[in-house]
């Protein structure tokens, strides 16, 4: 592994990953490299987060690689971008990796910077401390704030439906109340969902019907 760079080792991984091709004595070499670079020297964010989402997609859990990155990021979390921590985060849920330090440093810094968080990485960082089981009450209430000022935003129903529930599932961990804005606000994400579905289905019907005249007016073409 040493003839590798830290680039060079992501990019493996990822193709691995996107191949969907768990070379198991690769990803162990892999796993043992990284640690110990991440010990002795620094080891770029992106490089980092690509390897362990990567060992994510493949479904490969290397304890001593997780480990590493949980003694390891925590005090480096304002150097990661908003994707960075989504990403890191989610892939430690889809491993059920719980390491109580790093999901409390993630939990803690978080709440700072959803402002710069995409949609998608909101939705990943909710559904991952929900999946993780990790009880947080600032998290919970953050981010229920930040979904509640976005719901205009979520046009599809599904995502409406999948954000809420994970929410959901944050505040039965916290045991805390939301506040009755925030709630009132969340609420309204049902009524969103039911505008989204009508959307969705008007939209159906107009692709439809323009099918159906395309069709006709190509026999009429051909009647000619």
Known sequence: ???????????????LGRLKTPHKPL???????????????????????????????????????????SRNVPPRLQEFKPQELSNMLFAMSILQFRHRGFLDAMCDHIPRRLKSFTQQNLENVVYAVGNLR??????????????????????????????????????????????????????????????ALEVEAALRNVERESIQDYIKEIGRASCR
């Open 134 to 195: 990790h009880r947080h009450e600032e998290f919970a209430q953050a981010t229920a704030l930040e979904v509640a000022r976005r719901i205009p935003q979520f046009k599809r129903a599904k995502r409406v439906d999948t954000i809420i529930e994970s929410l959901k599932k944050l505040q039965r961990q916290s045991g805390g109340q939301l506040d009755p804005a925030v709630q009132e606000a969340l609420n309204k994400g049902t009524d969103l969902r039911k505008y």
């Open 27 to 69: 990803l162990e070499a892999v796993g043992d490299e990284v640690p110990r670079r991440l010990e002795t020297e620094t080891f770029g964010n992106q490089e980092l987060v690509n390897i362990v989402y990567a060992f994510s997609r493949l479904g490969f859990r290397h304890e001593g690689l997780l480990r590493a990155v």
């Open 1 to 15: 592994m040493g003839e590798y760079d830290d680039q060079g080792l992501a990019n493996v991984v990822y193709a």
